[in-house]
Every structure is written in structure tokens, then in C-alpha cells.
């Protein structure tokens, strides 16, 4: 589904395709804001389920998309790492009201944030619909000419948007219309195959190492939100310029790749919370790749590109239980072939390595944006 949501909203605006993914996040909060009883909870499963093929992941790659059509490429980086920052910012007060809210009162203040973020959103948000005319702007998935027989006549006229939905063969194209965007979707999968793994075993592990229990896991992801939101607000806007969202990108992975190796050797229950300060570097990760992203298509394809990676990236979320969760209860259990709790963990680790190798053949990004061009003309 991002693929086309990201191309839809190239035709259309994101604007107007953000209302869609909003608006049904609203549904399942919604039903359990009215009871949170057996039944409700298994309709809220359904529909969350139903839902999430549309919302899930789209609300941010639409909005990094508008963030690419308003910033300039400079700038980029700094402004996918603000994002991601206000978001880290958000999920912190989320988890301390949690706290304080019981479980009805938690889904009903949920159904009203996400009602009154869709109106601001109507309300406040210019709409942005790339410029098609942009003459030094190639696109490199082009709309195509259909060919229509009638009366055995042949009629040739633009294939509406909904025949230009882009196939499995148009989203290999996009990823191979460039070596860096090739490179850059091969750390995307490694790095969230790796992320999605730890997601489904950490916890595991950590209860049956040092049995945590849900306040413990609950302290850890709001000190690791906290240093997130700061890091990604204040401190990578100061690195991106001298160092680079490349660079940015090896470091962060790197980092994450060291922070596994030491879960997986954790000697003493305070590792855990020592490794949470590694954060402030590993979520350097996300927004530098994405700003490497943007940068390798056109103004029409920020949709096309954001909502690409989306897609593999959700692809690598969907894999990592199937390889991650076995091996970890394999190894949490008594039949396991030697005596290493956290293998999984190091397999993770190896696989934020392959990441990181992979990052670092990336190189320098080159733009296709407006703003470069228009650069390069001049210079000319």
C-alpha cells in the first residue's frame, strides 16, 4: 500500500491523501473508547487490523514527502530529524500519560488527539501538489499512453491515475534508477529487519535474563524517548552540515550495531539502562537515510520514493519474528544448542553490521531537486 499512497499523493497532493490514513486511525480508538470489554477489544483488533494496511507508516512517509517539498535539499536532513524528534517528543508524553490515565480514560484521550489532529490538519495545512510542469525535473516513472480500441478504431489519450498504479516491476525500476537509492533501500531492509528483531526479543530476553517487569520496560523506552527527542531536535541539526547525512547515516548504524553486542553479553541488569544512552547517536539512523532518499528523485516522486521505502521497510518488519522470535525462545529455553541467552540479540547485531557495511558504499548523494538544479544551471 505505500507505493501507492506515496504515487497517489503525487498525483493528488498529501494533503488529500493524509485526511484518508487520519480519518481511520480515528476507528479503532475509537471502539474502545466506548468499552474496553471482550467483545470491543476483538473489534478493535479487527479493524486496527483492517486499518493499519492503510494507515500504518503512511501518515509519516506522507509527511516526510511534504517536508521534501517544501525544504530544500540542504536542509533536509535537519528537518527529517526534527520530525522524527517531535515524534520521539510525542511517544514520551504518550507513555507518562499512560501512566497517570486509566484504560478506558487512555483510548478516549486517544480518539480525541487523533479527531483534533485531523481538523488541524484540514484546517492549517497548505496543501502541497508538486509542480508537473517542473521542466528541470525528470521523473523517472513517466505517465504512460493507453491505447484504447473502439469500433475498431484506435483512440490514444492519458491512462487515468488509477491505471497508473505502480506494479512490482515499476517499484524495482524506481529502486534501480540510481545506485545510491539501491544501496540506500538495502540498508532500509537490513536496518529494519534488524529493528523489527530486536522489537520481538528484547523484551523476551530481558524478562528471562533479569526478569523485567512492565514498569522496568516502561522506564526504558521513556529514557531511550527522551535522549531520541533531544539528540534528534537539537543535536543533528548541528552535525548534518559539517559531517554529512551519509556519514550520519554509518555512525548511527554503527552504534546501533554496538548497542546489540552489549544486550547480548549483558552481565548485570543495569546494562540494559547504561545502553539506553547510546540512543542519542542510533537515531541518527532513520532521518539521514530518509533525507539520502529524498534526494535521489524528482519534486513529482517524493511520494513515489518515501512511500517505496515504506514498503521495504515494512517488508523487513514482517520477516523479523518469523526469524528473530524462534531463535529467541530457542535459546531462552533448555534445549538450546549452547549456552548464549542472547544470541538472537547477536544476530542482530550482525545484521545492523551487514547495514552498516552497506552504508558505507553509498557515498555522496547526489540531488535531484529543484534547488540543486537550479544551482547547476546557474553555475553554468
Known sequence: MMPLIGNLSDQYGRKSLLTLPMTLSIIPFAVLACSTATNYFYAYYTLRTLTAMISEGSINCLALAYLADNISDTQRASAFGILAGISSGAFVFATLAARFLSAGSTFQVATFVSMLAVVYMRIFLEESIPDRNDSMTQPILKETEGVIQKDGNVDTRKMPVFKTIPSLKDIIRLIKSSPSFSQAAIVAFFQSLAEGGMICSIMYYLKARFHFNKNQFADLMLIAGIISTVSQLFIMPLLVSPIGDGRLLSIGLLVSCLNSIFNSLAWSAWVPYATTALSIVMVFTTPSLRSII???????????????????????????????????????????????PGFSILCIAITLMIAFIQSLTIGKTPSNSRDENCSNSMEV
Do not use: M, W, Y
Request: contains cysteine; proline residues 6%; glycine residues 8%.
Open 294 to 340: 529524498s534526494k535521489q528523485v524528482g519534486t513529482t516522486e517524493q511520494g513515489k520514493a518515501q512511500g517505496c521505502i515504506s514498503g521495504v521497510t515494512s517488508l523487513a518488519n514482517i520477516i523479523a519474528p518469523l526469524i528473530f522470535s524462534p531463535l529467541t525462545a530457542l535459546f531462552l529455553s533448555e534445549e538450546a544448542p549452547f549456552h548464549f
